[in-house]
């Protein structure tokens, strides 16, 4: 069975530029979390939806940060302009909505903006 | 304001050894605490999990020993493999409220090491 599926895998951009990093959770599960990942700041939540619906986008570090959910089985993580200390790993995780359902990560997407 | 607070940030173990990761959390609220592992090149993958109603869970080789008074849980590893280096990450997890109720809080992970 299919996990959650990232890409791309690896992003190497220039600063400014946009990326748009995608994910495509496991069929049935109805939430997604993204994540970003630093040695510095370890692994934090940015936003996370319910049923397509964003829920919570506190951790979104900036406005630069946007994330959308179209339908069930896509998201997309975008970032414009893209700014060097935006360098991490993006995961994308998701769950079902049953209690204690264990969140299943994708693989990531390292991002080098330099 | 870090709510799960992990140690030690790397650990180096001879095989055969028990591996032993802490962590500590603040909010009394949390209410489900797993453990993940993550191999380099690859996402978190959920290792064990506990519940707060509970003082120990035994899976295999994994361990989580829970104190609730002491807001304190941890790893245990028993006969260390070679193929457990990677890095373990503890996390909490707020009650239910409604939509808003499947956030986790992750530690900032220990790198484990286990040498031949």
């Known amino acids: 069975d299919a996990g959650v599926i990232q890409s791309p895998r690896h992003e190497v951009t220039e600063m400014g530029q946009e990326v748009t990093l995608r994910c495509k959770p496991i069929?049935?599960?109805?939430?997604l979390f993204w994540y970003r990942q630093t040695m510095m700041r370890g692994l934090e939540l940015l936003i996370y939806?319910?049923?397509?619906?964003?829920?919570?986008d506190s951790g979104m570090p900036e406005d630069r940060f946007s994330a959308k959910m179209p339908n069930a089985s896509f998201s997309t993580l975008k970032i414009q302009p893209s700014e060097p200390r935006d360098s991490a790993v993006y995961f994308c995780a998701s769950s079902g909505g049953a209690t204690n359902q264990p969140q299943h990560f994708g693989d990531g997407t390292r991002l080098s903006i330099l | 304001q870090q709510q799960v607070k992990q140690s030690p940030q790397s650990l180096i173990v001879q095989k055969g050894g028990i591996s032993i990761i802490n962590c500590a959390y603040e909010n009394t609220a949390f209410d489900y605490f797993p453990w993940y592992q993550q191999f380099p090149g690859k996402g978190p993958a959920l290792l064990i999990a506990?519940?707060?109603?509970?003082s120990e869970k035994k899976e295999g080789r994994f361990t989580i020993s829970f104190n609730k008074s002491a807001k304190q849980f941890s790893l245990h590893i028993m006969d260390s493999q070679p193929g457990d280096s990677a890095t373990y990450f503890c996390a909490a997890r707020g009650p239910y409220s409604g939509a808003g109720s499947y956030q986790l809080t992750f530690g900032k992970g220990t790198k484990l090491s286990v040498i031949p």
């Open positions: 939806f319910n049923n397509n619906v964003p829920i919570d």
């Open positions: 069929s049935g599960h109805d939430y």
């Open positions: 506990i519940r707060p109603d509970v």
